[in-house]
């Protein structure tokens, strides 16, 4: 690609997309590149499909299939099935149909979106365990989680997929044996001072509302306090135990589906050394930004949940003010037709954050979760585990980059994505720490994964 773009946006999910049309509704050059084969994200999954449009509510079906029609008529040339596996300062390396190119432009807007929160348990690894977020593409890709619904599921965790998951799992006739429920009261009640704010967004409020009524209208078994989750089988999952009330249970089960919130994405921030700040209650760290997603590298901005997880709607509006800030910044429009443009979104999505604020401890994750015994494996990749992790504390190494030299924790395929937040709380809480202490892993380049061939093709000397 020798064409030099105002703009490149990374991701095709609600920020990404609306982005696009934000920048392109500016006079903007824009190109969007994504790893999915159609637009929509991990919200708007397929949206275009009847599949994903049955299992959707009504109001984010629309909202999904608007959003997508606008961006497809907006006049920004897309790239799906592209991966981007290098990133720095107006260049972008990627892979567009099994070729290495490099694109270049003024400005790129990451737009990676959020992902669930990993936590190794026992017996995390058989098959029949999956993360809610992950059964429900399952569900809206047309797909079932067992040829019989009557087979009993197990919700189990603290987060706001898991009462999203419960409805379309009731809605289409499957056995919910049980929730167990790991969120602590103490944070809970935490939330009470925030929550009369919550009426500034009282759609969103009826929403939540209307799914709970929907988990307690199906009678689902909900157990409170629970602690100490074990999946058990041979080659799939045949029973859920877990500790409650000073006891230990066993529920028979095929499939346990696990979630204990979101966090950003933040791979490609770190590995430029983008600055991250740590949020405390969520447990997650979270790139800094202003308010239009500007980072603290010159020329890359982030949008939606990749800054701080506040839902998808949410990044619907981030993304738009990221469109309209760089085309000011470019001089396409003025300040004055900026500030017009970006008024009446910058207000909703104040109001969006202050009326949200409890979520963040109605959700805030439990500590204990990542107390597993030292037999537990938590990196896949290679075959690290929580014993592994503890004993490198007890040799001397302090921070999550030393451990993971030591043991290896991190150095797969997915460079942390899936073991880096366990390793961090385990190496924390050996020093009895905080997570802040002992550091964030150190990505490097390519983050994802590129032939050698095409690699040294698109780096070779002319």
């Known amino acids: 690609m020798d064409r030099n773009m105002d703009l490149i946006v990374i991701g095709a999910g609600p920020a990404g997309l609306s982005a696009a049309c934000a920048a392109r509704a500016c006079g903007l050059d824009v190109t969007l590149i994504d790893e999915q084969a159609a637009p929509g994200g991990q919200l708007f999954r397929n949206i275009e499909t009847p599949m994903a449009q049955a299992i959707l509510d009504p109001k984010d079906r629309e909202t999904g299939l608007a959003l997508v029609k606008r961006f497809r008529n907006c006049g920004a040339t897309y790239y799906p099935n592209t991966t981007v596996w290098g990133l720095e300062p107006h260049k972008v390396s990627c892979t567009i149909n099994g070729k290495a190119e490099f694109l270049t432009a003024s400005y ?190 010159d020329g890359i901005y982030i949008a939606g949940d990749g800054t701080y997880v506040h839902g998808g709607d949410a990044s619907l509006l981030k993304g738009t003010l990221a469109g309209i800030e760089i085309a000011r910044r470019l001089g396409v429009i003025t300040d004055a037709e900026a500030a017009y443009r970006c008024a009446p979104t910058l207000r909703t999505l104040r109001r969006t954050r202050v009326a949200r604020g409890f979520l963040r401890y109605v959700f805030a994750p439990n500590p204990a979760i990542f107390n597993v015994p030292d037999d537990t494996m938590v990196c896949r990749c290679e075959c690290v585990t929580a014993g592994d992790i503890r004993k490198a504390v007890s040799e001397g190494f302090r921070n999550v980059n030393e451990v993971k030299r030591f043991t290896r924790c991190g150095m797969g395929q997915c460079q942390g994505r899936m073991c880096g937040p366990a390793l961090a709380e385990l190496t924390a809480a050996a020093q009895a720490k905080s997570p802040a202490a002992v550091g964030t892993l150190q990505v490097r380049q390519p983050f994802r994964p590129v032939s050698l061939e095409n690699y040294c093709n698109l780096n070779a000397p002319e």
Do not use: C
Request: no cysteine.
């Open 108 to 297: 790129i807007v990451i737009a990676p979106g959020g992902m669930e929160r990993p936590v190794p348990f026992p017996g995390w690894t058989l098959p029949g365990v999956m993360g809610a977020g992950g059964a429900d593409i399952l569900l809206r890709s047309g797909g079932t989680l067992s040829a019989d619904n009557n087979a009993p599921v197990v919700l189990a965790g603290n987060g706001p997929l898991l009462l999203l998951l419960a409805g379309h799992l009731l809605d289409a006739g499957v056995n919910i044996a049980a929730w167990l429920d790991t969120g602590t009261w103490g944070r809970r009640l935490q939330s009470g001072a925030l929550m009369p704010a919550g009426l500034l967004d009282a759609k969103y409020m009826a929403k939540g509302i209307g799914m709970a009524l929907r988990v307690l209208k199906g009678r689902v078994p909900i157990i409170r306090g629970v602690t100490n989750i074990r999946a058990a089988g041979t080659d799939h999952v045949e029973a859920v135990s877990y500790d409650a009330g000073g006891k230990t249970h066993e529920i028979a089960a095929q499939t346990l589906l696990r979630h204990e919130g979101i966090i950003p994405r933040t791979h490609i921030l770190n590995s430029l050394g983008a600055q991250h700040a740590w949020d405390a209650v969520q447990r997650y760290w979270y790139p800094v930004t202003d308010e239009f997603g500007r980072t603290s590298i």
